[in-house]
């Protein structure tokens, strides 16, 4: 794929995102000024997540799925709590087939950027949830990929509005090793997903750093925080009752 294609490719799919998600965004606005003025309540919204742990050169699994749960759960209880959206697993996928190296060890960041835009994440795209951008509907899950290594000393990327899926680091999910061994890093993966940017609050859910087995970021978010998650395309609006 030419470079030109990878760009346009990915800059659509980051503008599409963000059209949805304002549409989607007003629709809601108006839903909870509906409700305030009836008197009637908002059930809580839905976001699904879809999970792929991939499988090394060997076809050994770099995880299993009962290893996720506790990082699952603190996940919804996290968005429940804070923002009133139920975190629910689609599915967990274990691909047997062995990754390519790319794929098991990915660069992060920027250079994770280059790589979609380059086609280098095919792999990954191949095994998230089918999404049809021609007609993007409102709740498409989110994908979190186990994959082995993260270069450098990031253990989840997320390449924000451009993307549908994330990465998460296995040694995460991993308690026999101590210094890797965090529950917070998918929930914060997953807001970088829903267009949530860091802040600078050691408390909170979107706080950059975070350093087991001491000092881990709280899970807390703001009120505006919540209401972009609330406002994400990925997110399905709760009933009114
Ligand atoms: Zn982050």
Redesign the pocket.
Same mark, same amino acid.
Do not use: A, D, F, V
């Given at each position: 794929m030419s470079l030109l294609n990878g760009v346009t490719r990915t800059a659509a799919r980051a503008l599409g995102g963000l059209a949805l998600d304002a549409s989607s965004g007003i629709a809601r606005a108006g839903e909870a000024a509906r409700a305030a003025l009836t008197g009637s309540t908002i059930g809580p919204a839905t976001l699904r997540v879809h999970v792929v742990i991939l499988s090394d050169e060997d076809g050994a699994p770099l995880t299993t799925p009962d290893a996720l749960r506790p990082s699952l759960e603190l996940a919804n209880d996290v968005f429940t709590a804070e923002a009133g959206i139920r975190v629910r697993v689609a599915g967990i996928h274990l691909i047997s087939e062995p990754a390519p190296p790319r794929a098991l060890d990915p660069r992060a960041n920027k250079l994770l950027l280059l790589d979609d835009v380059l086609g280098r994440t095919d792999f990954y795209r191949r095994h998230s949830a089918p999404v049809d951008l021609s007609s993007m509907v409102v709740g498409a899950p989110v994908t979190v990929i186990v994959v082995r290594h993260i270069a450098g000393r990031v253990t +989840?990327c997320?390449l924000g509005i451009s993307a549908d899926w994330v990465i998460v680091q296995s040694s995460l999910f991993d308690p026999a090793q101590r210094h890797t061994y965090d529950e917070t890093v998918l929930a914060?993966?997953l +807001?970088?997903a829903l267009n949530l940017p860091?802040v600078r609050m050691a408390r909170n859910l979107?706080f950059?750093a975070s350093s087991p087995p001491e000092q881990i970021r709280g899970t807390e978010l703001q009120a505006w925080q919540a209401a972009i998650l609330n406002a994400n395309r990925h997110v399905v609006p709760g009933v009114t009752g």
């Open positions: +989840g997320s914060h993966e +807001g970088h860091h979107m950059p």
